[in-house]
């Protein structure tokens, strides 16, 4: 039993340098962020269904049910827009520093959407959080497109995982994430039909390092890991996996400053706003469980 333990600890830290690896792909792959994310979820959608047919997993829901799958995935799309359009305009170190902050987003959008009160200490990790963002800007203006893009990403991502903390309680993981592929690559497509250049012969012609790196994003850093994911689950508590999750950007930012040494190399001010942006997340995830396991207890 031990053993099983200890395996299943040593494949979520597999996992959560999967999710940093992320961001190294994002860097790699040369075409833009719009055509790289439709390649990445047409490729995974094909995955997740090819996996879905192989378990034989129902996956017939209501059409309301359909529209709010839907609605997240178009969200799901736009953050992973806004990701990899923030590491090309600016670095991989600035992209994850910002999208750590979608906690504190998370803190807002969740008394609101699960109708619950505000948790006061959630809002003093919040200015945390906006200390951490404001010593970044004021060391690295150079970036601040990117330092935009990854704050819209980090909101679209807590938005995202906001919509999905309610699905889950009613519908299989699996079965959200095939509507919500699908949406988002329909919706990207209509996107590039109507206001890109369309489907031509330059948007196809992608390159076979690009091609590798998209497969590999596509199967490992999305479908595999969330199928991992779950499966890890069942072994090791939520609390365990959050904040062991809470390291991917920890994980990411060292990839890169041994892949990309100088593109990647910061202010000092850069890490002090990016480890008080980063204390705080880990520090929201240890209150919050606590609390969670002594209203459990009493």
């Known amino acids: 039993m031990r053993d099983v333990k200890l ?3 040593l494949h979520m830290h597999l996992l959560v340098f999967i999710a940093g690896f992320t961001a190294i792909l994002g860097e790699l792959i040369t075409i833009d962020a719009i055509p790289l994310v439709w390649f990445r979820m047409l490729m995974a959608t094909v995955l997740m269904y090819a996996y879905i047919r192989f378990k034989r997993i129902p996956i017939k829901v209501p059409p309301k049910t359909i529209a709010r799958f839907a609605f997240a995935g178009v969200i799901i799309a736009l953050h992973w827009i806004t990701f990899f359009g923030a590491i090309k305009v600016s670095n991989i170190s600035i992209t994850l520093s910002m999208v750590s902050s979608g906690a504190f987003f998370a803190s807002i959008l969740e008394p609101i959407i699960h109708k619950r009160k505000i948790i006061k200490y959630e809002m003093v990790f919040g200015l945390v959080v ?44 699996s079965v959200i994430s095939i509507y919500e592929f699908i949406s988002g690559v329909v919706f990207i497509t209509l996107f590039i039909a109507i206001f890109g250049s369309g489907f031509n012969q ?19 850093c999305t479908a595999y890991a969330f199928i991992a994911s779950v499966k ?7 609390y365990t996996v959050m904040l062991t999750f809470n390291l991917e950007p920890i994980y990411g930012i060292i990839l890169a400053i041994i892949l990309f040494p100088e593109k990647e190399k910061m202010s000092t001010n850069f890490y002090f706003g990016a480890a008080f942006i980063l204390v705080a997340v880990v520090l929201n995830g240890i209150l919050k469980n606590w609390k969670t396991l002594k209203r459990k207890e009493s």
Not at 132 to 153: A, C, D, M, R
């Open 202 to 220: 330059e948007f196809l012609n992608v390159s076979e390092s690009d091609l590798l790196y998209l497969f590999i994003l596509a199967s490992v």
């Open 130 to 173: 906006v200390l951490g963002v404001f010593l970044i800007t004021q060391s690295e203006l150079q970036y601040i497109e990117g330092i935009i893009l990854g704050i819209i990403s980090a909101f679209l991502s807590a938005l995202f995982a906001v919509l999905n903390g309610k699905f889950v309680k009613h519908h299989r993981p």
């Open 7 to 9: 395996l299943n600890y």
């Open 232 to 238: 890890v689950m069942e072994h090791i508590s939520p």
